[in-house]
Structures are given as C-alpha cells and as structure tokens.
C-alpha cells in the first residue's frame, strides 16, 4: 500500500510559467514533508521541506503548500527554469515513528520547455 | 569536503555471487541510510543507523545485512545475489540537528543475471 502518491508520473511546463507538483498521503502520523530533486545519474539533492505545523514554506522559487485535513502537498516553482527538470520525489516521516527514513512517492518528471 | 560517497558505481553480479556496496560521509553526521531504487519507483529503505554501533531494519531487509563500521563508513552487504535486487542503491546521511533532510551520494547501479 503506497502512504505517499504523486499521481503524474510527468509534467510538460513551458519555461517562466508556473510548474506544479501534487503530492498526496494516506499516513495521518506523517509529519514532516519533504521534496527532493534527482538529476540522471546523480543522487537526490533536498530542495525544500514543511512541518506539519505549517501550511506553508517558502524558498526562493519554491513554495510547498500543505493541506492536512486533505493529505495533499504541492510544490510550486516560480519562474521555471531549464534547469529545473528534473524528477522531483514527494518524501515524508512520522518524527514520532522511531525510524528515521523517508517514505517516498514515485516521483514527478518535470520538463520545462524552451 | 566531497559529501557522500559510494562505491562502486557500476556492478554487475552472477545470481549467488556476495558483494559489499561501501558508503562514506565526510560530514560528521551521525545517521546513515541504505536506500533502493526500482524503475518507476520511489526510494525504499533497506537499513538505517542512526549512531555508529546501531543499526535497525527499513522496508526491504530481506537478503542485506549491514555494518556501521566507523562514524564515516556504513556498508551494504548481498551475501548471496539475486535477480530481484538488480536495483540502484542509494547511501544517505543526516544531521542530528536536521534528522529528515538527508544527503545523497551518487548511486551504484547494481545489476544480477
């Protein structure tokens, strides 16, 4: 059973509009979210995370926004950038759960066009 | 300061065959991860330590064991090779001071025939 979803497996965004990935969570004991960034070849790099105190998180281009009662997260990057595709993995943790590793989604392929 | 890094990056094993995947991190932290990742899937943990001398079972244990041999060093062990672990194995490391934000190295591609 997958306890974090991210229902496109791609998404095509022409650059300096708006990407947006969804992310969605069946675990209501997760508590801390995260979104990595993978380039072929290369291990994930952390771009930017959210407490579940918080709705939001903002990071120079990157805004995640968190709808608890939902389970949904979403990342917003603004302007994209060529730079900025990539696979992008959904990732979260229950802080209390006595483990310390992420539970990640698929991931997103994003593409940004010229 | 070169962060994570793995060895080898490629590998190709005959089914039964051991290896050892290595994993060393140059930046003091304390926990360290074992990750898989299939096509099409997402990362799935094999092991964790979360100090050097501990060590506990992820999602996927079933056909690894591990060694947390110093701070730096945390290495993956098949002891006998199989087809379904044709995967790419991923290390991670954390900070205590951030437990969830973890560094990546760059992957061994692993693959069994």
């Known amino acids: 059973d997958q306890q974090v979803k991210q229902n496109s497996p791609s998404l095509s965004v022409q650059e300096g509009r708006i990407s947006i990935l969804n992310c969605d969570y069946t675990n209501s004991m997760f508590d801390y979210f995260l979104w990595y960034k993978k380039y072929p070849a290369e291990g994930p790099t952390f771009l930017i995370s959210?407490?579940?105190?918080?709705d939001k998180n903002e990071d120079g281009r990157f805004t995640v926004f968190l709808n608890k009662s939902a389970k949904h997260l979403s990342l917003h990057i603004v302007p994209s950038q060529p730079g900025d595709s990539a696979v992008y993995f959904c990732?979260?943790?229950?802080?209390?759960?006595?483990?310390?590793?992420?539970?990640f989604g698929k991931g997103t392929h994003l593409i940004i066009q010229p | 300061n070169a962060g994570v890094t793995q060895t080898p990056k490629f590998q190709v094993l005959k089914t039964g065959q051991s290896m050892t995947l290595q994993c060393a991190q140059d930046m003091n932290h304390n926990s360290m991860y074992w990750y898989r990742q299939d096509p099409g899937m997402g990362l799935r943990l094999i092991y964790y330590s979360a100090s050097e001398g501990t060590t506990d079972k992820g999602e996927v244990p079933n056909g690894y064991n591990v060694s947390r041999l110093n701070k730096r060093e945390f290495s993956l062990r098949l002891e006998s090779a199989a087809p379904s672990q044709t995967s790419v194995y991923f290390c991670a490391s954390s900070d205590q001071n951030s437990p969830y934000e973890q560094y990546f190295g760059p992957g061994t591609r692993l693959t069994v025939t």
């Open positions: 990732a979260a943790i229950d802080s209390g759960g006595g483990a310390d590793g992420l539970t």
């Open positions: 959210i407490s579940s105190i918080k």
